[in-house]
């Protein structure tokens, strides 16, 4: 599967951004997906995750209540709401696509996306 990821750019804190990767090909629904994120310097880091079906989801602590993950199989297309957006969150965002099931385990994701750039001005 292939993953385009878009929707990234500039916002002030507290406000929103709504990130989307579409995948390629007919089994979509087979993998479960997850988005992570790698801050200027440090590491790629696990943010959110979904099952296939969507029924279950998986948020980092620091994201929880903030950040929604969405996916719609008939689109291909998964999605990250990113609401009061905080400075810390600035970072480039990756989706990634796994069959093992939702983890935080880069090391899980075979397949990745390109990354869309996520600013977060004072």
């Known amino acids: 599967v292939q993953l385009q990821a878009s929707g990234g750019g500039l916002v002030q804190a507290g406000g929103s951004l709504r990130l989307a990767c579409a995948a390629s090909g007919r089994t979509f629904s087979s993998y479960h997906m997850g988005w992570f994120r790698q801050a200027p310097g440090k590491e790629r880091k696990f943010v959110a995750g979904?099952?296939?079906?969507?029924?279950?989801?998986y948020f980092t602590d620091s994201v929880r209540g903030r950040f929604t993950i969405s996916r719609d199989n008939a689109k291909n297309t998964v999605y990250l709401q990113m609401n009061s957006l905080k400075p810390e969150d600035t970072a480039v965002y990756y989706c990634?696509?796994?069959?093992?099931?939702?983890?935080?385990?880069?090391?899980?994701?075979?397949?990745w996306g390109q990354g869309t750039l996520v600013t977060v001005s004072s």
């Open positions: 979904i099952s296939r079906s969507g029924g279950d989801t």
């Open positions: 990634a696509a796994t069959t093992v099931g939702i983890t935080a385990s880069m090391a899980q994701y075979g397949y």
